[in-house]
């Protein structure tokens, strides 16, 4: 049976066994409480922190108020001494050619930017051109060893530019990868750097809403804004000349022009015996950049552990919101990022605390990372990935927060990348403690598994949880509980109207989920032998085992 039943199974069981809130069993951790955590979220998304935009005022702000509140709670610098990890970044803006040209051996058409493709670089070389680079369909762009597949078997693409699926086969075959539920496979981060591997000049990923779980719009949008990335100086690695999106019908266009369609080679990707196949078209364009490198900060704080200081357990959440930006119909330009992210960065505080607070003191040592630049990609996360304070072989486990939402209690919370690995099942084994149940996410094949600062720490093979707020809410339902979520998106969601208020919130919740994530980096950190494993389907799994040989 697979885990996703269980967790049905169960949910039905608690419903029917018990009736309503009185059936919820918070634990009383002291520091744990609804006071301590929404004065850090009220301080945290107050407009004197202008929106906690990574190099402005507000970061400054925002990282000596967190350096302060871990050094008032009594914990240790988490970083050799400093609070602060510096992560060095480059902001990358370019200016693409509007127009790319197609030719074949027949005949010759332009396509236009942003309407039919979106095309972006993470060189930082000032100029890049395009002439007569060959076309190749790639498949969905995937080398997964553990599921039987590699798009790239057998074939050279150095110099070339691959046109690759977006998400995974099991996006149309349930019996291919992981069904419906989005393996990292089907990022289109994956893709482009799979290419980068293969040594491709370009990768072009063809937009589907439905596999995207986005409109192209959504994409247009935010390929035509500065991005920022990590500095690459001193530690470079080959990366694609471009990267980018065609829409579906520029797609078609191109694919008439070598003599297929979308359909056609959607359908051969698919199948076992698929081979990557030439388009016999070229193409050309090119693209200009501007480059301004800076440096934002992680702040970390750290309980060291008693009989293993040298593993750790991470708690980890995003300090860094939107800062100041265009106006909303009431004239607020101040994105405050309440929920996004003050909730998770107040709840590192509030467990920060809520272990202080324990008379026996951890067995390994506890990090608090509050990272930076997650907006912008997940890059402060990433860097402490590449750079991490404490080995990968010696850490134990992630636990990441990111958006708590203030509704009040639920009977269930959300698990986010079901069948990933066994810290879900410590988390069921706690929510069950306490009359809840852990429920899979609503819609798996959106991969929000792969958007959050978890996801790096996973990429590098140790075991990560991430949750969000459930919506079963006690003598009103689900559906009501989705209705305030899918509000939240619409109209609240990167948006100044994400605001702290005292008289709408309910953090009871809150708190029941932090009791739950308390428990399970508990049961790690008062610990000397407990290693939570990947699960066998993992995509992550052969990366932790190879290391911890």
């Avoid at 608690?14 to 918070?26: E, F, G």
């Avoid at 699926?165 to 990022?187: E, H, S, V, W």
Wanted: some cysteine; glycine content about 8%.
């Amino acid at each position: 049976m697979r885990l996703k039943n269980k967790f049905i199974i169960s949910a039905i069981a608690i419903s029917t066994a018990l009736s309503a809130s009185a059936q919820i069993k918070p634990d009383n951790i002291p520091g744990l409480t609804a006071q301590v955590y929404s004065s850090y979220v009220k301080t945290l998304a107050s407009d004197e922190f202008e929106g906690r935009l990574p190099f402005s005022k507000g970061e400054t702000k925002t990282i000596n108020y967190l350096e302060q509140q871990f050094k008032t709670l009594g914990l240790e610098p988490g970083n050799n001494g400093s609070y602060f990890q510096d992560v060095p970044m480059v902001s990358i803006s370019t200016n693409p050619n509007p127009k790319m040209s197609i030719s074949a051996s027949d005949n010759s058409f332009d396509l236009e930017g942003l309407k039919d493709y979106v095309l972006w670089t993470r060189r930082t070389e000032p100029s890049i051109k395009l002439e007569n680079d060959e076309l190749v369909f790639a498949g969905f762009g995937i080398t997964a060893p553990e599921f039987n597949h590699d798009d790239y078997a057998g074939l050279d693409v150095k110099g070339k530019i691959v046109v690759v699926l977006i998400n995974d086969p099991g996006y149309y075959d349930a019996k291919q990868f992981k069904g419906k539920t989005m393996t990292y496979y089907g990022r289109w981060t994956y893709k482009y750097d799979e290419a980068a591997r293969h040594g491709a000049k370009g990768c072009l990923i063809i937009h589907d809403t439905g596999p995207a779980a986005y409109g192209f719009g959504v994409v247009a949008n935010s390929w035509k804004a500065t991005k920022l990335y990590l500095d690459p100086r001193g530690h470079e690695s080959y990366k694609c000349a471009i990267e980018g999106w065609f829409t579906l019908p520029a797609a078609e266009r191109v694919l008439q022009a070598a003599g297929t369609n979308y359909k056609t080679l959607l359908n051969q990707a698919l199948k076992s015996d698929f081979k990557v196949r030439p388009l016999a078209l070229k193409l050309s364009t090119s693209l200009t950049l501007t480059t301004q490198y800076k440096q934002s900060h992680n702040v970390v704080a750290k309980i060291p552990g008693t009989k293993k200081p040298d593993e750790c357990i991470i708690y980890s959440a995003h300090w860094d919101h939107l800062g100041i930006g265009k106006p909303d119909a009431k004239g607020d330009t101040i994105y405050n990022g309440a929920g996004d992210n003050a909730t998770g960065t107040a709840a590192l505080l509030t467990l920060a605390k809520a272990f202080k607070s324990q008379k026996v003191k951890p067995e390994r040592t506890i990090l608090f990372l509050s990272v930076t630049a997650e907006e912008q990609g997940l890059w402060g996360s990433a860097y402490y990935a590449e750079n991490p304070i404490f080995p990968k072989e010696k850490t134990v486990a992630n636990i990441n927060m990111d958006m708590l939402f203030p509704y009040g209690k639920t009977m269930d919370i959300s698990l986010i990348g079901e069948g990933q690995s066994e810290l879900e099942d410590y988390l069921a084994i706690a929510a069950k403690q306490q009359g809840r149940y852990v429920a899979p996410e609503p819609d798996p094949s959106k991969g929000l598994y792969f958007r959050s600062d978890h996801f790096n720490f996973a990429k590098i093979g140790i075991p990560a949880l991430y949750t969000e707020t459930g919506i079963d809410i006690p003598g009103k339902g689900k559906a009501y509980g989705r209705k305030l979520q899918d509000d939240f998106t619409a109209n609240v969601y990167h948006k100044p109207a994400d605001e702290y208020n005292a008289a709408t919130w309910d953090v009871s919740g809150s708190i029941l989920d932090l009791q739950l994530l308390f428990n399970v980096g508990r049961k790690l950190a008062y610990s000397t032998t407990l290693w939570p494993k990947w699960k066998p389907n993992s995509e992550f799994r052969a990366i932790r085992e190879k290391y911890m040989k």
